[in-house]
């Protein structure tokens, strides 16, 4: 009937699209999959319903209107990401579970290795000196497009896949930034991509970088360090959010550093005076710190934790440890305020009468934006578009925005794209080094309720269930085209890195804020050292 009454050549975009999947509401049923102990054949039933679930899928239940815009070759790659959505979602899932703290992502990394090598990709694990670091080549010749990948968790955010707070017991970690969905999105994407080459004979190499603790770490600054970059044309990235959108943008600047304090021990009550605190050390410091707010330019900011101050009243503390974060928008400024707090640190130690040491933890650049990557994303973003939630997702989603405070709900951001824009970010991340060298993009898709905050509960809630699922394949499926956008149209990589060179100059020499130290392994460790 439908043959009957469409017009010639519809039909044939329509049975990619019905293929396509539109973000498919039956994740529920894949998720329960990993909660028990699936043979090998029951795997393989599944992913036969799965793909006849696709196939009968009408276009009504579709929030896509891009489908009559897409050539064959684009609806094709996105029909394979979507016959493959189960496979990523229980990849993703397996990750949520892991909640694996940075340069500790031992299982999660393993599992993305194994899954690319799965689809015939080169893989070289251990990189600069990073155990769960890796580069997953497949293809052969230019141009060269990288397609990065994180998987580390936020320690001290534990929750389960409900929409009211519930800490998961045992678990000390959560993917609270959604790096789970990062990193099986873009594996997706990146073999995805692979099997195009294939099918097509294209010249071309796509790599997927699996980038341990960004969260901290600054696992891709020690990759661009040792040159991991020198020869890719352009790197592309994403990162969950609660909202759709591509924009062009930048970041904060960022350097940390672990600041201790060592003293002398004493009785708090009967000897005093033979004391010296060192906890007195680091509440000197912050004072200072805290005095100094008034005097930076407005667009710094300075935060700190205690890490280590004592463990007990009665005994003055011969340790003590403060941990801090200090942002600017650009790396030279953030060099001179950087110098100021270390000064009201060795100020402090002088005060008191303790030593102290401070250890560089990580530093990024800020992002450099790339409007010609950025506009390429966009246009790609808006051809796959957004989802509509499911009546169970819904209720998930109006249960949890409770917890917002918020007067307005958001919900809706979900299925829509935002207007191209300009990005000026408060956060920072270590794409931005990368960004530096390399012509970077990057974009968002809704993995959390609308409304949610990053680093939250409510941010692992979401992920850890179906509106997480759909948000990442949209990431996929927009990574994929984008790349596939750029190998088809050489001139556009050639358009961006002449924008890279122009932003940052031409006489531009690349130095890490982080200087020349190794990786820091345990720096997710609070014992004293």
Same mark, same amino acid.
């Given at each position: 009937?439908?043959?009957? $009454?469409?017009?010639?050549?519809?039909?044939?975009?329509?049975?990619?699209?019905?293929?396509?999947?539109?973000h498919a509401e039956n994740f529920e049923q894949g998720k329960a999959m990993r909660k028990t102990d699936v043979t090998e054949g029951k795997k393989r039933q599944w992913s036969q319903l799965w793909r006849h679930w696709l196939l009968a899928t009408v276009v009504? $239940?579709? $929030?896509?209107?891009g489908a009559n815009a897409l050539s064959e070759a684009q609806l094709q790659l996105l029909a394979d990401l979507s016959a493959e959505q189960a496979q990523f979602a229980e990849i993703a899932m397996q990750i949520w579970d892991y909640a694996e703290v940075g340069y500790q992502e031992h299982q999660s990394s393993q599992l993305l290795q194994e899954t690319l090598k799965s689809a015939g990709f080169e893989v070289e694990a251990g990189l600069a000196g990073m155990p769960t670091a890796f580069v997953?080549? &497949?293809?052969?010749?230019?141009?060269?497009?990288? !397609?990065?990948? /994180?998987? *580390?968790?936020?320690?001290?955010l534990s929750q389960a896949a409900v929409p009211q707070r519930e800490i998961v017991e045992h678990q000390q970690a959560g993917h609270a930034c959604g790096h789970h969905l990062?990193?099986?999105?873009?594996?997706?994407?990146? !073999? %995805?991509?692979? @099997?195009?080459?294939?099918?097509? /004979? @294209?010249?071309? #190499?796509?790599?997927?970088?699996?980038?341990?603790?960004? /969260?901290?770490?600054?696992?891709?600054? &020690?990759?661009? @360090?040792e040159g991991y970059f020198d020869d890719v044309d352009t790197v592309l990235h994403w990162h969950a959010s609660d909202r759709n959108a591509a924009n062009a943008g930048t970041t904060l600047a960022n350097k940390s550093a672990r600041v201790r304090f060592y003293g002398q021990s004493s009785h708090a009550a009967a000897a005093p005076e033979r004391g010296r605190s060192a906890l007195d050390g680091v509440e000197a410091m912050n004072y200072m710190v805290n005095l100094l707010r008034e005097h930076v330019p407005e667009s710094t900011r300075i935060h700190y934790v205690i890490t280590h101050g004592g463990l007990a009243p009665n005994v003055v503390p011969?340790?003590?440890?403060?941990? &801090? &974060?200090? @942002?600017?928008?650009?790396?030279?400024?953030?060099?001179?305020?950087?110098?100021?707090?270390?000064?009201?640190?060795e100020a %402090?130690?002088?005060?008191?009468? +303790?030593?102290?040491?401070? /250890? +560089?933890?990580?530093?990024?650049h800020s992002m450099l934006p790339n409007e010609t990557l950025a506009k390429v994303m966009h246009r790609n973003l808006s051809l796959v578009g957004g989802y509509t939630m499911t009546s169970d997702e819904l209720l998930f989603a109006q249960e949890l925005e409770q917890s917002f405070g918020r007067k307005e709900s958001l919900l809706g951001l979900e299925s829509k794209i935002l207007p191209f824009g300009f990005d000026r970010g408060?956060?920072? #991340? *270590?794409?931005? *080094?990368?960004?530096w060298m390399v012509p970077t993009a990057g974009l968002n898709t809704a993995t959390w309720v609308?409304? #949610?905050?990053?680093?939250?509960?409510?941010? !692992?809630?979401?992920?850890?269930?179906?509106?997480? !699922?759909?948000?990442?394949?949209? %990431?996929?499926?927009?990574?994929?085209? $984008?790349?596939? #956008?750029?190998?088809?149209?050489? *001139?556009? +990589?050639?358009?961006?890195?002449?924008?890279?060179?122009?932003r940052r100059g031409r006489d531009f020499v690349y130095r890490p804020l982080l200087g020349d130290r190794d990786p820091p392994l345990n720096y997710r460790n609070t014992q004293k050292p």
């Open positions: 009937l439908i043959g009957l $009454t469409l017009p010639a050549g519809f039909l044939h975009a329509l049975k990619f699209h019905v293929r396509l999947g539109c009504m $239940t579709c $929030t896509n209107s997953a080549s &497949y293809g052969q010749g230019e141009p060269v497009i990288g !397609i990065l990948a /994180e998987f *580390d968790a936020l320690p001290g990062f990193g099986a999105g873009s594996t997706a994407a990146g !073999i %995805a991509v692979s @099997r195009w080459l294939a099918k097509h /004979e @294209r010249s071309g #190499t796509i790599r997927v970088y699996g980038t341990p603790a960004e /969260e901290g770490g600054s696992g891709k600054v &020690y990759l661009v @360090r011969d340790f003590a440890e403060v941990y &801090y &974060y200090v @942002r600017h928008p650009q790396a030279s400024e953030l060099a001179e305020i950087w110098a100021r707090v270390m000064s009201a640190a %402090a130690a002088l005060g008191t009468s +303790t030593e102290v040491r401070v /250890e +560089t933890m990580h530093g990024n408060k956060g920072s #991340t *270590d794409v931005g *080094d990368v960004s609308p409304g #949610t905050s990053a680093h939250s509960w409510q941010a !692992i809630a979401a992920g850890g269930m179906s509106i997480g !699922i759909k948000g990442m394949m949209i %990431a996929a499926k927009t990574l994929a085209l $984008t790349t596939q #956008t750029l190998m088809m149209n050489p *001139d556009l +990589t050639q358009q961006a890195e002449d924008e890279m060179i122009q």
